[in-house]
């Protein structure tokens, strides 16, 4: 029987301190949103969050569940603003 200060051998092993995955999740979210904002015109709309997933499957290996969270948030960021700021390029065009 496990007390409380012994930790199972099956729990998954953290990499760092807490800040430290943190820091990295924000990080890799940042860097997918990025990626993904200068990229867009190049892919034209191939593969749009693509960049986003690497970013959370990155984060979830390395920082756990809270980390992922953080760089889906991060991540998603481009793809909120072009679902609710951004006009279709087709709609514009259709105006002149």
Do not use: D
Request: charge should be positive; aromatic fraction near 12%; charged fraction near 5%.
């Amino acid at each position: 029987m496990l007390t409380l200060t012994e930790t199972p051998t099956n729990a998954p092993r953290l990499h760092g301190s807490a800040s430290t995955r943190y820091l990295v999740a924000a990080c890799c979210g940042v860097g997918a949103a990025l990626l993904q904002w200068f990229s867009a015109p190049l892919l034209a709309g191939q593969w749009p969050y693509a960049a986003p997933l690497l970013a959370v499957i990155l984060a979830a290996w390395y920082g756990g569940f809270g980390p992922a969270v953080v760089a889906t948030c991060l991540g998603s960021m481009p793809g909120l603003y072009w679902a609710l700021f951004a006009t279709p390029a087709s709609a514009s065009a259709s105006e002149k």
